[in-house]
Each structure stands twice: as C-alpha cells, then as structure tokens.
T-cell receptor, first 114, second 113 residues
Framework: KAGVTQTPRYLIKTRGQQVTLSCSPI?????VSWYQQTPGQGLQFLFE???????NKGNFPGRFSGRQFSNSRSEMNVSTLELGDSALYLC?????????????FGPGTRLTVL | AQTVTQSQPEMSVQEAETVTLSCTYD???????LFWYKQPPSRQMILVIR??????QNATENRFSVNFQKAAKSFSLKISDSQLGDAAMYFC??????????FGKGTLLTVNP
C-alpha cells in the first residue's frame, strides 16, 4: 500500500506570494491533518479534514486555509506569505482521525519564503 | 487545552545500552491515547509505540517500551539495546477527542558507536 505523498517536496517563494501544497492520503484513509514544523515552535496543528469537512483548526491566521476533496486528497493554501511561514509542512492521514487512530505522515513540503 | 512537555532537548546513549526519554502531559480528559513518534534526519515521521490511557499495562514493541504513570501524567520511552539506527528526533504526542495530535518539542537522540 502506498504511503502518504506530498507535493511538491520543496518550494521557494517570496513574501506576499501565495502557495498551495497537496497531500494524497493512504488509500482508505478518510482523515487528513496538516502540521507546521519549525525549529522554534516544533510541530503545530493546522487543521484536520474528514469527508470533506474541517473538524478542527489550530491557532493560525486566516491566511492558512485548506480543503479536502471527495477522494480524500487534501490541499492547503497560504496566502500573502511572510518570512515566518518558512517551515516543513507535514500531512498525516488516518482511518478516521479520532484520538486512538495512528496517524501516518508524509515526507513533508519544505517551504522557504524569501 | 492539552499540553505535552519533553524536558530533554537532547540525549545521547552508547550503542547497545539503554536510554529513557521523558514526557509529561496535562489533560482533563479521561479517555485518550499517547504516542511516541520517531523522525530520523530528513526522513518521514513514524510511529514507535502507542499507549491507551485506560490500559494499565505498559505498551511494548520489541526494544521499545513505555512507563505510563496515569496519575502523574507521565509517559516515558525506554529504548533497550540501542542501535545506530535509533538516532533520531523523538516526539511524544497526545491524541484525545478533538481530532488532532498535540506534540512535545522533541528530544534529539544521538547514538554513539
């Protein structure tokens, strides 16, 4: 079974631009979560989707948004990029997303904002 | 809100020896799960071990075991017979009722040959 895939793996953008990251979950998984990983803040939860519905959202500004499609694939978008948005963005999929579910992580998208 | 604290930013161990990574958490929920994830350098994060809060028996996966103290809200990871491949960042995580994992800041484990 294929693992979680994320595209692109690396991105370089400039301040003020917007970016879209994509995540394909493991086949059969309906929950997709996004996390931002930085050296200073560690892993911070962005949002979680299940069956195209956002069930939870972390404490990030409205510039961060996401969506999930009917095939469970998910995208996240960051508008008006700031230098502080430079991070590794991790996507994780799970069967249903409840607390007991193991989350399977993708390799991440490394975003650099110049 | 739940919080997870890993008080050891870095740890080192000699190959073949045992090391224990610490984790404490805070929650008002009674039903939850705790996880240890491993993130090797430039590689994907993978689950090492999972503990269900309502189970008193400590989880074990081969060389990895936990010491779960529910009353003290403590969840430490013991790695026995450490191997070079165990070198990684280890994250303690909490999974509860709100469809997300809350992570600690991580412990960077170095294994010395």
């Amino acid at each position: 079974k294929a693992g979680v895939t994320q595209t692109p793996r690396y991105l370089i953008k400039t301040r003020g631009q917007q970016v879209t990251l994509s995540c394909s979950p493991i086949s059969g998984h309906r929950s997709v979560s996004w996390y931002q990983q930085t050296p200073g803040q560690g892993l911070q939860f962005l949002f979680e989707y299940f069956s195209e519905t956002q069930r939870n959202k972390g404490n990030f500004p409205g510039r961060f948004s996401g969506r999930q499609f009917s095939n469970s694939r998910s995208e996240m978008n960051v508008s008006t990029l700031e230098l502080g948005d430079s991070a590794l963005y991790l996507c994780a999929s799970a069967l249903e997303g409840q607390g007991h579910n193991e989350q399977f992580f993708g390799p991440g998208t490394r975003l650099t904002v110049l | 809100a739940q919080t997870v604290t890993q008080s050891q930013p870095e740890m080192s161990v000699q190959e073949a020896e045992t090391v224990t990574l610490s984790c404490t958490y805070d929650t008002s929920e009674s039903d939850y799960y705790l996880f240890w994830y491993k993130q090797p350098p430039s590689r994907q994060m993978i689950l090492v071990i999972r503990q269900e809060a309502y189970k008193q028996q400590n989880a074990t996966e081969n060389r990895f075991s936990v010491n779960f103290q529910k009353a003290a809200k403590s969840f430490s990871l013991k790695i026995s017979d450490s191997q070079l491949g165990d070198a990684a960042m280890y994250f303690c995580a909490y999974g509860g009722s709100n469809y997300k994992l809350t992570f600690g800041k991580g412990t960077l484990l170095t294994v010395n040959p």
